[in-house]
């Protein structure tokens, strides 16, 4: 499986490359994007808000999220590869501009001035620390699951576990036609862990100190 793996992530870092350069080619603007982000803020911009499809789980912290990770997200969306009809129907209705734009806001709006106080090192239990190198995750979300090896990948430290756990199980199940996500690189990852495993899994994920957050949106307009 290991091996199988390695070719997977062979391909999809091949691929990606060249998705990250077409991206590069559209520049976002963040404050376009602030402009744009109305049909947004009504869940992402509310601290813990839960969404109730295809279960009951907070909506993921986006603000410091990397810009090129929510394009590639917003156009899997827009193709069908992430099939959750909400976001599918948003999705459809934004331009490549529109998608850099509000990128590009996202990831500005997580960034402060002051120095985050450090946290000690979360080390995982054994059984995680196992999960973890049985997926070889870090080699493509980087160190402490925060510094990506490639724009389109996400940060996930910090992130929400039970988001994290439907995202997962979502690629485990990549042919249902209401929440399913068809990736080759998660779906060989998910596939290889019972679901306790994998909400063991996001259970530690969260706990990491990461950049993510919720920015408040202080009027809806």
Known sequence: MNKL???VFAFAVASVTAVSAQAEAIKGDAKAGADKNAMCIGCHGIYRYQASFPEVYKVPKISGQGAGYIVAALT??????RKHPTMRSIADS????????LAAF??????TDAAPAPKPAHEPSTAVAEL????ACLSCHGEGFAKPID?????????????????????KDDTHQTWGRANGIMGGVAKQFSNAELKALSKYIES???ELKTVPERKFR
Request: proline share 4%; hydrophobic share 30%.
């Open 5 to 7: 793996l390695t070719t």
């Open 106 to 111: 996202y990831e500005a709006s997580g960034k």
């Open 94 to 101: 934004l331009s490549e501009q529109d998608m850099a734009d």
């Open 132 to 135: 973890l190198k049985k997926g």
């Open 208 to 210: 990491l100190d990461g």
């Open 76 to 81: 899997a969306y827009k193709k069908g590869e």
């Open 151 to 171: 724009p389109s990948y996400p940060k996930v430290a910090g992130q929400y576990a039970d988001y994290l756990f439907v995202s997962l199980k979502a690629y």
